[in-house]
C-alpha cells in the first residue's frame, strides 16, 4: 500500500524571524533540485513540499528529509528561513497575501474575510485505495480517529504574536468555512458525489478541490487523504505521522470489506472532541466520541495505536510510530515544544529559531 505526503512550511525573515510573501522566490530557488516535489500554496507565505508515492516509511522519510533540506538551503540562500508550524508565531500575516489566479478570484469572491488568514500549514497524508466506494467507507470508520491524529500533530499555539491558549489554533480557523472539519457519514461515492454536487450548487464551494474535509478521496488522485493536522515540527514526525495514519488506513479496509458500514458518530460529539483536542493537544483530556467520556489524551492515543496495529505491523512501521509515540509522551507535542522555547527567556524571536532548527532536523524513532 503506497504513500505520500504533502507538507506546508512558512517563510520568515532571517532577521526579524517574521512571516514574509517570497514563498515564489523560494520555491523558484528550491525547483531545479526537487522539480515537482515542491510548489506554492494559496498564499505567499507558504511552500508546499511533496513526496512521491511510496512504498516504504524509510523511502518516505527520506524524500521528507530531503525536501525539508532542500527547502531550507533554498530560503537560506535569500536571506530567509522556513518554520515547520500550523500557525505565524511573528509578522504580519493578516490579511494573507494570496496568490492570483482566477481560482483565487473566485475563492476571493466567495470567501472574502476567511481569505484573509489562510497562512496555515497542514500535513495532507495520502494512502493509495483506487476503488472510491472503499475510500469513502474507510472514511468512515477514520471519523472517530481524528481528534486524536489532531492531539498528536497539534503544533500551533501563537498567533499574531500572542499565545492562543490553544494547542492547534490553526484548526479553529478551518472550522469557520462551510466545508471543513469531520467529513459526513457516507454509504457510497454516489452518495460522495451527490453531496458534492450540491454543495457546487449553493456556492459553499469553489469547486471539488475546495473541499476541506479532514479525509476525503483525493481530487486528482487514486488515494484517500487524510488531511486534518497541523505541520508536524519535524521530518521524523511526518514520517512517523504518515506511517501510523496508513497503518489506521490498513487496519480497517478488513471491515470494510466484510460489510461494515462504519459507526455512526453524532456531530456535536465531533466537534466537542475537536475542540478539545485544539485546545489541549497532547496535554489534557481528549473525548471519546462513541461514549463521550472524558479520557487522557495519551490513553486515547494508545486506543489509535491499537487499532492501527495489524497495519503496522503488516508495514513493518510499529517500532517507528511507537519510538514517536514515547518521545511525544516525553517531550510533548509542538505545541509544548514551541512554548518550552519560549519560556527560556521569554522571546517569541526563540519559538522562531528553535523552529528554524528543528524543521531542517534530519532524525527517526526507530
Same mark, same amino acid.
Given at each position: 500500500?503506497?504513500?505520500?505526503?504533502?507538507?506546508?512550511?512558512?517563510?520568515?525573515?532571517?532577521?526579524?524571524?517574521?512571516?514574509?510573501?517570497?514563498?515564489?522566490?523560494?520555491?523558484?530557488?528550491?525547483?531545479?533540485?526537487?522539480?515537482?516535489?515542491?510548489?506554492?500554496?494559496?498564499?505567499? +507565505?507558504?511552500?508546499?513540499?511533496?513526496?512521491?508515492?511510496?512504498?516504504?516509511?524509510?523511502?518516505?522519510?527520506?524524500?521528507?528529509?530531503?525536501?525539508?533540506?532542500?527547502?531550507?538551503?533554498?530560503?537560506?540562500?535569500?536571506?530567509?528561513?522556513?518554520?515547520?508550524?500550523?500557525?505565524?508565531?511573528?509578522?504580519?500575516?493578516?490579511?494573507?497575501?494570496?496568490?492570483?489566479?482566477?481560482?483565487?478570484?473566485?475563492?476571493?469572491?466567495?470567501?472574502?474575510?476567511?481569505?484573509?488568514?489562510?497562512?496555515?500549514?497542514?500535513?495532507?497524508? +495520502?494512502?493509495?485505495?483506487?476503488?472510491?466506494?472503499?475510500?469513502?467507507?474507510?472514511?468512515?470508520?477514520?471519523?472517530?480517529?481524528?481528534?486524536?491524529?489532531?492531539?498528536?500533530?497539534?503544533?500551533?499555539?501563537?498567533?499574531?504574536?500572542?499565545?492562543?491558549?490553544?494547542?492547534?489554533?490553526?484548526?479553529?480557523?478551518?472550522?469557520?468555512?462551510?466545508?471543513?472539519?469531520?467529513?459526513?457519514?457516507?454509504?457510497?461515492?454516489? +452518495?460522495?458525489?451527490?453531496?458534492?454536487?450540491?454543495?457546487?450548487?449553493?456556492?459553499?464551494?469553489?469547486?471539488?478541490?475546495?473541499?476541506?474535509?479532514?479525509?476525503?478521496?483525493?481530487?486528482?488522485?487514486?488515494?484517500?487523504?487524510?488531511?486534518?493536522?497541523?505541520?508536524?515540527?519535524?521530518?521524523?514526525?511526518?514520517?512517523?505521522?504518515?506511517?501510523?495514519?496508513?497503518? @489506521?488506513?490498513?487496519?480497517?479496509?478488513?471491515?470494510?470489506?466484510?460489510?461494515?458500514?462504519?459507526?455512526?458518530?453524532?456531530?456535536?460529539?465531533?466537534?466537542?472532541?475537536?475542540?478539545?483536542?485544539?485546545?489541549?493537544?497532547?496535554?489534557?483530556?481528549?473525548?471519546?466520541?462513541?461514549?463521550?467520556?472524558?479520557?487522557?489524551?495519551?490513553?486515547?492515543?494508545?486506543?489509535?495505536?491499537?487499532?492501527?496495529?495489524?497495519?503496522?505491523?503488516?508495514?513493518?512501521?510499529?517500532?517507528?510510530?511507537?519510538?514517536?509515540?514515547?518521545?511525544?509522551?516525553?517531550?510533548?507535542?509542538?505545541?509544548?515544544?514551541?512554548?518550552?522555547?519560549?519560556?527560556?527567556?521569554?522571546? @517569541?524571536?526563540?519559538?522562531?529559531? +528553535?523552529?528554524?532548527?528543528?524543521?531542517?532536523?534530519?532524525?527517526?524513532?526507530?
Amino acid at each position: 500500500m503506497r504513500f505520500g505526503v504533502e507538507e506546508e512550511f512558512l517563510v520568515v525573515d532571517a532577521e526579524t524571524r517574521s512571516v514574509t510573501a517570497r514563498a515564489g522566490d523560494v520555491v523558484r530557488a528550491a525547483g531545479g533540485r526537487l522539480g515537482a516535489r515542491v510548489a506554492g500554496e494559496i498564499t505567499e +507565505h507558504q511552500v508546499e513540499g511533496r513526496t512521491d508515492p511510496c512504498d516504504s516509511a524509510g523511502e518516505l522519510a527520506g524524500q521528507l528529509a530531503e525536501g525539508r533540506a532542500a527547502i531550507a538551503a533554498a530560503a537560506a540562500g535569500l536571506g530567509l528561513r522556513i518554520i515547520a508550524s500550523g500557525t505565524p508565531v511573528l509578522g504580519d500575516a493578516v490579511p494573507a497575501p494570496v496568490t492570483r489566479g482566477e481560482r483565487q478570484d473566485r475563492g476571493n469572491a466567495t470567501f472574502r474575510g476567511l481569505h484573509a488568514e489562510l497562512s496555515l500549514c497542514a500535513l495532507h497524508v +495520502h494512502v493509495e485505495i483506487p476503488d472510491r466506494d472503499t475510500a469513502v467507507l474507510v472514511s468512515n470508520h477514520l471519523r472517530p480517529y481524528l481528534p486524536v491524529l489532531l492531539a498528536l500533530a497539534a503544533n500551533s499555539p501563537y498567533w499574531d504574536g500572542r499565545d492562543t491558549g490553544y494547542a492547534s489554533w490553526r484548526s479553529l480557523f478551518w472550522a469557520r468555512w462551510p466545508v471543513a472539519g469531520a467529513p459526513p457519514y457516507f454509504t457510497s461515492a454516489a +452518495h460522495y458525489d451527490e453531496l458534492v454536487a450540491m454543495l457546487v450548487e449553493a456556492e459553499a464551494l469553489v469547486d471539488a478541490g475546495t473541499i476541506f474535509w479532514d479525509v476525503r478521496p483525493s481530487a486528482h488522485l487514486p488515494t484517500l487523504e487524510v488531511r486534518g493536522a497541523d505541520v508536524p515540527m519535524t521530518a521524523a514526525e511526518s514520517a512517523a505521522m504518515a506511517a501510523l495514519v496508513r497503518g @489506521l488506513v490498513a487496519s480497517l479496509l478488513p471491515l470494510v470489506e466484510s460489510g461494515d458500514p462504519g459507526p455512526v458518530v453524532e456531530p456535536e460529539m465531533m466537534r466537542v472532541a475537536y475542540w478539545k483536542a485544539a485546545r489541549d493537544g497532547m496535554a489534557g483530556a481528549g473525548v471519546d466520541v462513541l461514549t463521550g467520556a472524558t479520557l487522557p489524551a495519551r490513553d486515547l492515543a494508545a486506543r489509535l495505536l491499537d487499532a492501527a496495529l495489524p497495519g503496522l505491523e503488516e508495514h513493518g512501521d510499529l517500532a517507528r510510530v511507537t519510538g514517536w509515540l514515547t518521545t511525544l509522551a516525553e517531550d510533548g507535542d509542538g505545541a509544548a515544544r514551541q512554548r518550552a522555547a519560549e519560556a527560556k527567556n521569554g522571546l @517569541l524571536t526563540d519559538v522562531v529559531d +528553535h523552529l528554524v532548527e528543528q524543521t531542517a532536523q534530519n532524525g527517526t524513532f526507530n
